[in-house]
C-alpha cells in the first residue's frame, strides 16, 4: 500500500509563504492524480489544487494567483508552493492521490498551516 506523507506545515504571518511536501512511498504519478485538500476547523474539507498524470493543474479560486502545485517525479514528491496566505488559508492541508474521476484513493495524515500575527 503506497503511503503520503506530508511536511512543512507551520505558523506563518499574514502575506507570507509556506512550501508543502507530499512524500509518496511509490511511483505513483503515473497512476494517479494528485491533489491538496484543506480542512478548517468547524468546516468541510475542500479541494485546493490537482495536477493531473499528464500536468494539467486545477486551482480553487480561492487559492488562484497565490498557490501552485507542482511534482518532481524523480523524487516522488509533489508540493504546495503557498504565497500571500491569509488568515482564512488557516486549515489542515492533506495530500491525495486520486482517479482521474476525482476519487481520493490514498490520502496522507495532514499537515497544519497556520496563518496568524
Known amino acids: 500500500q503506497v503511503q503520503l506523507v506530508e511536511s512543512g506545515g507551520g505558523l506563518v504571518q499574514p502575506g507570507g509563504s509556506l512550501r508543502l511536501s507530499c512524500a509518496a512511498s511509490g511511483s505513483i504519478f503515473s497512476i494517479y492524480d494528485m491533489g491538496w485538500y484543506r480542512q478548517a476547523p468547524g468546516k468541510e474539507r475542500e479541494l485546493v489544487a490537482t495536477c493531473t498524470s499528464g500536468g494539467t493543474t486545477y486551482y480553487a479560486d480561492f487559492v488562484k494567483g497565490r498557490f501552485a502545485i507542482s511534482t518532481d517525479i524523480a523524487k516522488n514528491t509533489v508540493y504546495l508552493q503557498m504565497n500571500s496566505l491569509k488568515p482564512e488559508d488557516t486549515a489542515v492541508y492533506y495530500c491525495?492521490?486520486?482517479?482521474?474521476?476525482?476519487?481520493?484513493?490514498?490520502w496522507g495524515q495532514g499537515t497544519l498551516v497556520t496563518v496568524s500575527l
Open positions: 491525495a492521490a486520486q482517479s482521474v474521476s476525482g476519487y481520493v484513493e490514498i
